[in-house]
């Protein structure tokens, strides 16, 4: 079965996190999101914002094209 766009974004994010050493409660505090939505962007079940996306690259300290890129 083919994964979805918001799939392969969550793998990524759960990725870069993990990278990162930071727990999603951690994420979405540096975010400024809730966790329960860090949580569910990571599950894929999030149709992700623009803004959203610029917050989580602030939050991993990375530029929004390395969410994209693996």
Known sequence: MKKTVEQIFGERV??????????????????DLNRNYISDIECGRRNVSL????????????????????
């Open 51 to 70: 803004k959203s996306i610029e917050k989580i690259a602030k939050g991993l300290n990375v530029s929004i094209d390395a969410l994209f890129i693996e």
């Open 14 to 31: 759960r990725s870069l996190r993990m990278i990162a050493k930071i727990s999603q409660e951690e994420l979405a505090f540096r975010a």
